[in-house]
């Protein structure tokens, strides 16, 4: 079966810095990948996804992440943090017939320092 | 696009009722799926919703627990049976229009159960 891992539940980072949240996935076949952002008191939404062409995916908001195939990571990054972007960011894998089945990660809640 | 509303978004409940929730899509959709979101932890997903017949479970989920009815192509319903406080949670309804692991969320049913 498909998974993903994020690695840190919480980050904090400082208004105008990185951000660099991780996600690394485990898939016998190519996956697809996927992130979503959750702002608070709202529904999930589709940030970026990566479906085996470009492997440097923008997405809305300034964000983008790169799949690395040799690192099994796609970690989603924006060069400079804005207090709008504090929210629970997931990574997703679809299931090995790419649908639009997912199986999501456990969530990394950002939180943007003033 | 698709905007899911869903209905109650909260609802505090009694141990052994049971509680349903709705989910209305404004446009035609080719998926409808149900997540559980549990307090600190990721989406799990429940089952699949499909128009017209009996839904697919997801391991650890049964029919019996979590009747769902999906009567066109644009509602659902998810029942939570036999209520126990385990089942505390934030129920999701999301929908895909067919674009691999694109899907859209409603903003959730939070659910406590005394």
């Known amino acids: 079966a498909q998974s993903v891992t994020q690695l840190g539940s919480h980050v904090s980072v400082s208004e105008g810095a990185l951000v660099l949240l991780r996600c690394n996935y485990s898939?016998?076949?190519?996956?697809?990948l996927f992130w979503y952002v959750q702002y608070p008191n709202q529904g999930l939404q589709l940030l970026l996804k990566?479906?085996?062409?470009?492997?440097l995916v923008k997405g809305i908001n300034g964000f983008e992440a790169e799949f690395k195939k040799s690192e099994t990571s796609f970690h989603l990054t924006k060069p400079s943090a804005h207090m709008s972007d504090a929210a629970e960011y997931f990574c997703a894998v679809s299931d090995y017939f790419g649908n639009e089945k997912l199986t999501f990660g456990t969530g990394t809640r950002l939180t943007i320092i003033p | 696009s698709a905007v899911i509303s869903q209905k109650p978004s909260r609802d505090i409940c009694q141990r052994g009722t049971s509680l349903t929730i709705q989910c209305q899509v404004d446009s035609q959709v080719t998926m409808m799926f149900w997540y559980r979101q549990q307090p600190g932890q990721s989406l799990t997903l429940i089952a699949t919703?499909?128009?017209?017949?009996?839904?697919?479970?997801e391991s650890g989920f049964v029919i019996d627990k979590f009747p769902i009815s999906r009567p066109n192509l644009t509602f659902s319903t998810l029942t939570v049976s036999n209520l126990s406080p385990e089942d505390s949670s934030i129920y999701l309804c999301?929908?895909?229009?067919?674009?691999?692991?694109?899907?859209?969320f409603g903003e959730g049913s939070r659910l406590t159960v005394l």
């Open positions: 990566y479906t085996s062409a470009a492997t």
């Open positions: 919703a499909n128009q017209g017949s009996e839904a697919t479970y």
């Open positions: 898939s016998s076949v190519p996956p697809y």
């Open positions: 999301s929908a895909g229009q067919g674009s691999i692991g694109e899907l859209f």
